[in-house]
């Protein structure tokens, strides 16, 4: 059977038969580094016995002994995604010399057609050296960019936060509590999906992207319109009023703004939404919502018979002193500049920004937020914390703070079972949003399918808003877990005698002034840092 000679001389001979390359000694005593060489030049040999080659440089042997195969001329690899090509060439140095080119390109291209890659085919190789047995990018496909998901934004409600400025001249208390739109008022918006765009494979096979998703927009169809504009639905307000959301659905609610005072031309306003009230309620009437309520007027309130926010909260920009202990009650926070004789009560936090004189408050923390607020007379009563610049007075009138406190270990408790609820919603949500991603918006889906779709879109819609307020409550639970012991008076600036301290059914009197210190329970007893 024919032979071919890759390599002859007075030692040995190197040849190929069948892809498969033998040597042949006539004398022994070829050295071993000019063996390498010869190996070296001819990179199209894949050597599969070490020892053979050895015993050919020592031992004359009386047939030719097979110690290799013949390499692929021009090997082509393909990713696993057929995105990209890669070429080596196993060829001696002079056929990949630039003046053998046009052969090379020749008998590459014969492979790549060979192989059907037809696309992306990188002409500027050839341009270049080329090396024996380094791997080059021949070819590289298009990957497809996948459609982006729609892109949802929302009205923000701004969350309330007093602003106190003392200027010597007056003493502001800013808050926005009521977030007011008018009819037509952008709500929110969503960008409809791409659909994204095709790539192609080194064999120029068509790779379709993954359409983006189109998530719904919730909201209230009673009080909230959409509008498609090109590849846009806009939100709007179909009606004056306060937003707000409900779970996850954004809504506008019922707003009654009184554009002055609460007086005999109003009579007592008993209202279901939200109300703002420009002026201020006069002596003896009385306003009642279940939503937020605003009182703007910086005179403030005097012997108003009562204000009640059923399930929100009160801002009261000029606070309130009365001479027959009005009452002023919310179930979320209260936020007023200041109180004077008033009986004062919330489900939140209670704010108030100057001083608290001869009041009774009540609430689960109480702040008094100027760097020069007092609490003078009357009882404070909190469960968590409350934290005053000043408590009493020169004059010390008697004044009671009481803080109920908490259990650390069952509300540290209850902060491990929120964060384990949020880690299952989100992998509800995890599971949900694979669910939706496997969908075809375009493909017509039959009732029962659509029925499976509008559920999981139901349950969507319900675990982000029970994530919203599980969040807060974390937040909440969070800010608590900060206070010393297990419940904690903050007084940081001067305390005047004839004041009373009770933490945890645990009294202390204070009988000497002393400067800011801080009480809390601890061990069964107050402490003071």
Known sequence: MQHQTLYQDDFVEIFEQDNEVFIKTFKPGLPPKQLNEILSSLPQIQITSFNCLNDALNIVSPS??????????????????????????????????IKNRENLI???????????????????????????????????????????????????LEEPRPEIREDGKANYYELKLINKVKAGDWLGERIDATEGFPGKTVYGTTIHPVRGKNYPLSYDKNTVYEVVQNKKVVLYSKIDGAVHYDGNKITVSNHLEIDGDVDFKTGNIIFDGYVTIKGTVTDGFYVEAT???????????????????????????????????????????????FVDNVKLSCGGTAHIGFYCINSMVEAKEVFIES????????????????????????????????LTGFDRKKLSKMLEDIVDRIDRI?????????YLSKQDPFKEMTSRETAEYNSKMQRMSELKAELKSLEEEKKNIARYLKTKGEGEIAITKKVYPNCSITIKNIQTEIKEPCLATTFFAADGEIKRV
């Open 426 to 434: 989100k992998e509800e949500q995890m599971d949900i949003k694979l």
């Open 291 to 337: 939503k937020d309520i605003e009182i703007n007027s910086p005179l403030g309130l005097g012997n108003v018979k009562g204000i009640k926010s059923r399930e929100g909260s009160i801002y009261i920009k000029g606070g309130i002193s009365s001479k027959s202990f009005s009452e002023i009650s919310a179930r979320k926070n209260i936020y007023t500049k």
């Open 106 to 156: 020749k008998e590459t291209y014969q492979v790549l057609k060979k192989k059907n890659i037809n696309f992306g085919i990188k002409k500027e190789l050839f341009f270049g050296d080329l090396e024996s047995g380094k791997k080059y990018l021949i070819a590289e496909g298009v990957p497809a960019v996948d459609g982006e998901d729609c892109k949802i934004r929302m009205y923000e």
């Open 371 to 402: 760097i020069k607020g007092n609490i003078m007379g009357g009882q404070v009563k909190a469960e968590v914390k409350i934290t005053v610049p000043v408590l009493g007075s020169p004059l010390e009138p008697r004044t009671v703070l009481i």
């Open 64 to 97: 030719p002994q097979k110690f290799g195969r013949l390499k692929e001329r021009i090997a082509i690899t393909v990713t696993p995604d057929e995105l990209k090509a890669f070429v080596t060439f196993n060829l001696p140095r002079e056929e990949l010399d």
